[in-house]
């Protein structure tokens, strides 16, 4: 077991794991000294051979080292080493560009917990050091007319949106994440409380200058269809997001006269909203269509792959089934065919995903 391994001598699968881990990770040894560094090979090679929990004590005693006399120095690699958390990430997101995006824009989403994608999430812990946790809104539970709680820390992340060959779709690769504390946190340590849009426009403006020689594309949710922060990023980020259907929107400022007297303009004339455009019968639509939408193609013709599969399974002999079991084969085909059908049905209805003015 490796609780009771002697702790002087970490076990040969820790060794190898621990001479991967190092090749793997040697492109981030610049962001943290020579002693932290050694601690930390430790630590990653231990959370890969942990089966459970990924706790330090964990992947102490996954290679072997539980009851090593310096344990204290692995957990400081933790809570008082010095090292650069943004130094890793910009080193990481160099890393994840130069393999799945070399060519193109760099695309990332904003996913409050960045293409990047970027967006916000809720991480569920709990215990008398966790300072900033606080009460939010679940948003994978709660709906427009339901409203669900959640008790945790609220992360602000960051997402490379690349296409990964082996997985044959567009991943989010996270690469930067920020704790974005509440209101009430803020009053209580005495300081100022930022809102997401602002910790949104440091962490796209931080991107946009670790990768000065590409455009930078950000996806985000409507939370991050603020005026302030499209304005604070327009000129370095190229950020795409969703508007309501109320939205005010309006024309550019017409060019200002000579000797006009006054403040200049900030915007033109008023412009119909999404919703008076959608009624309008006048608006002229255009046809978009996408393909592999959440890779819906690849789904159904996995199912029907399986409906023919089950077919064939009786057909050509391959398994002699009971009266019992064939019909059960063929009630899954059945079933599986019907679900295939509805994808079907959905992705011609859902072909047409959004209408543009023409």
Same mark, same amino acid.
């Given at each position: 077991?490796?609780?009771?391994?002697?702790? #002087?001598?970490?076990?040969?699968?820790?060794?190898?794991?621990?001479?991967?881990?190092?090749?793997?990770?040697?492109?981030?040894?610049?962001?943290?000294?020579?002693?932290?560094?050694?601690?930390?090979?430790?630590?990653?090679?231990?959370?890969?051979?942990?089966?459970?929990?990924?706790?330090?004590?964990?992947?102490?005693?996954?290679?072997?080292?539980?009851?090593?006399?310096?344990?204290?120095?692995?957990?400081?690699?933790?809570?008082?080493?010095?090292?650069?958390?943004?130094?890793?990430?910009?080193?990481?997101?160099?890393?994840?560009?130069?393999?799945?995006?070399?060519?193109?824009?760099?695309?990332?989403?904003?996913?409050?917990?960045?293409?990047?994608?970027?967006?916000?999430?809720?991480?569920?812990?709990?215990?008398?050091?966790?300072?900033?946790?606080?009460?939010?809104?679940?948003?994978?539970?709660?709906?427009?007319?339901?409203?669900?709680?959640?008790?945790?820390?609220?992360?602000?992340?960051?997402?490379?949106?690349?296409?990964?060959?082996?997985?044959?779709?567009?991943?989010?690769?996270?690469?930067?994440?920020?704790?974005?504390?509440?209101?009430?946190?803020?009053?209580?340590?005495?300081?100022?409380?930022?809102?997401?849009?602002?910790?949104?426009?440091?962490?796209?403006?931080?991107?946009?200058?670790?990768?000065? #020689?590409?455009?930078?594309?950000?996806?985000?949710?409507?939370?991050?269809?603020?005026?302030?922060?499209?304005?604070?990023?327009?000129?370095?980020?190229?950020?795409?997001? /969703?508007?309501?259907?109320?939205?005010?929107?309006? #024309?550019?400022?017409?060019?200002?006269?000579?000797?006009?007297?006054?403040?200049?303009?900030?915007?033109?004339?008023?412009?119909?909203?999404?919703?008076?455009?959608?009624?309008?019968?006048?608006?002229?639509?255009?046809?978009?269509?996408?393909?592999?939408?959440?890779?819906?193609?690849?789904? /159904?013709? #996995?199912?029907?792959?399986?409906?023919?599969?089950?077919?064939?399974?009786?057909?050509?002999?391959?398994?002699?089934?009971?009266?019992?079991?064939?019909?059960?084969?063929?009630?899954?085909?059945?079933?599986?065919?019907?679900?295939?059908?509805?994808?079907?049905?959905?992705?011609?209805?859902?072909?047409?995903?959004?209408?543009?003015?023409?």
């Amino acid at each position: 077991m490796a609780s009771q391994a002697n702790p #002087d001598h970490p076990d040969l699968l820790a060794t190898w794991t621990e001479a991967a881990v190092s090749v793997g990770m040697a492109p981030f040894a610049g962001c943290f000294t020579r002693p932290t560094w050694a601690n930390l090979l430790v630590l990653a090679a231990g959370a890969i051979l942990s089966p459970g929990r990924r706790t330090v004590a964990a992947a102490l005693s996954s290679v072997g080292l539980r009851g090593a006399a310096g344990f204290t120095n692995y957990h400081r690699v933790l809570n008082r080493s010095r090292w650069s958390g943004q130094a890793a990430a910009r080193c990481l997101l160099k890393l994840l560009v130069a393999a799945f995006a070399p060519d193109g824009p760099a695309v990332v989403g904003v996913k409050p917990r960045g293409l990047p994608d970027i967006d916000e999430t809720i991480e569920r812990r709990w215990g008398a050091r966790i300072k900033a946790r606080s009460i939010y809104r679940d948003p994978v539970r709660s709906s427009r007319g339901h409203f669900v709680k959640a008790s945790g820390l609220r992360w602000v992340s960051l997402m490379l949106l690349a296409p990964v060959p082996f997985a044959g779709r567009v991943w989010g690769l996270p690469f930067l994440t920020a704790l974005a504390p509440s209101e009430r946190y803020a009053q209580a340590q005495g300081c100022r409380h930022k809102l997401l849009t602002d910790r949104a426009r440091q962490l796209l403006l931080l991107v946009a200058r670790w990768l000065p #020689d590409r455009q930078v594309i950000a996806i985000a949710d409507s939370s991050y269809a603020v005026i302030e922060l499209l304005a604070a990023v327009r000129r370095h980020v190229t950020v795409i997001t /969703r508007l309501r259907l109320d939205a005010r929107l309006f #024309d550019p400022p017409p060019p200002r006269l000579p000797g006009t007297k006054g403040r200049p303009r900030v915007s033109g004339a008023r412009q119909p909203t999404l919703l008076q455009r959608l009624a309008d019968p006048k608006t002229g639509w255009q046809r978009v269509t996408v393909t592999g939408w959440y890779g819906q193609d690849e789904r /159904r013709l #996995d199912n029907l792959l399986w409906t023919l599969d089950s077919l064939l399974l009786l057909a050509l002999g391959l398994a002699a089934p009971n009266g019992l079991g064939a019909a059960f084969v063929l009630l899954q085909a059945a079933v599986v065919l019907g679900f295939a059908l509805l994808q079907w049905a959905g992705l011609r209805r859902g072909a047409v995903l959004g209408a543009v003015a023409a």
